[in-house]
């Protein structure tokens, strides 16, 4: 590990330095400048924990419970921005201490609306509402352990109301905040993160009429920027990153009759797009595990879709038969396994597994993890 070598040479070399100077009590002792002294002082107070090397006290910090990383951002600005940076998740997988969660939207009971909650082996935690206006054909997507709503309309003033407005959800400090406007307004779109980049694509306008503008956000710039767009506007389409290449599929286009087949697929590294022809058609609920896409399609809630990148070929998987057949499912992932969580109010029905890696015959089973209500939107973050 860098971080305990580099602490363990600081050690090495104070211990030398300390024995070193014991034969030397005769020579004139240096005079040290007031500035030389407070300068000394400030850079020892500077630290993440005072008195201990920074590598070291970037470790003690990522040992802590995740369960204190609130509190934790309460200290001082260095500890916040330290426990909110891509670096603690880098420190705390390599402690063995990063934690993998389940964030869904879930709908409340008697028409109250819907929440997000994390969910838990025993019990599920509900993080605080979002900021703004309740919103509808809204985009989410996770960057680098942060949960990101993107765009959509108002609920209560329908769909003219499209919105630009982007917020973000800091897992570790419980706490939501503003990211930079996109350039154009859009719901209903697609969008997903490759690379460390977020994309949305296509979707209505504020004036109703279907977009095939496509933009991308820099998180390091906190910006979004228009690149190429789509050869047809689409909406009601999803997207996802698969082999470091944007994936679009379903949804509906000007150009097409009834749900799309066509997968546009937009490769970063090359600034094109590339067009396939074989897509799923109209799926309502999708999630990725490793390399692979799966869905489930509004025509059969018994058979998941799976599509390979590599070679661009789809399978389909029966679902077995549990609680009632008409059950509908939202895809969620977790720990390298599927999860099929219920979007019917069935007080019996088990969450179900599917380990794409199992051996034939033992890919099924079953997860206590539940949403409160019926389940609307799933995400996987690391903390």
Known sequence: MLALVGAREALVQAQTCHRGIMPLKSLARPRLSPVTMTEKETNTHDGL?????????????????????PAMGAVSRRWMSYIGSREFSAVRKEVRKIEELVYVLAAEAGEKGCRWEVLGERKNSAIPPMPGLAKVGFGVVVLYGKLCVIAGYAA??????????????????????ALAKMNVARRDFACAEVDGTIYAAGGFGCSGHSLSSVEAYDPQQNRWRLIDGL???????FACGLD????????????????SRFVDVYDPGRDRWEEIKRGCVMATSHAVV???????EWKNQRCLSAFSPSDGSWKKIPVPLTGSSSTRFCLGARGGKLLLLSQEE?????????????????????????????????????V
């Not at 209560?156 to 630009?164: A, I, M, Q, T």
């Not at 050869?231 to 389409?237: S, Y």
């Not at 993890?369 to 939107?377: D, E, Q, R, V």
């Open 49 to 69: 924990i005072p008195g201990l090397p920074e590598d070291m006290a970037k470790i003690c910090l990522a040992l802590v419970p995740r369960r204190h990383f």
């Open 156 to 177: 209560l003033h329908g769909k003219d109301s499209v919105s630009d407005e982007v917020y973000q959800y800091d897992a570790r400090l419980n706490r939501w905040g």
């Open 231 to 237: 050869r047809r506007p689409r909406w009601g389409c």
């Open 244 to 259: 470091s290449k944007l994936y679009i599929m379903g949804g509906r286009s000007s150009f097409t009759i009834g749900n």
């Open 290 to 296: 490793g390399e692979t896409l799966f869905c489930v």
């Open 346 to 382: 069935e007080g019996g029905y088990q969450t179900m597994t599917y380990d794409p890696a199992a051996a034939p015959g033992s890919e099924w089973g079953t997860s206590e993890l539940k949403p409160s209500g019926l389940c609307l939107c799933s995400v996987t973050i690391q």
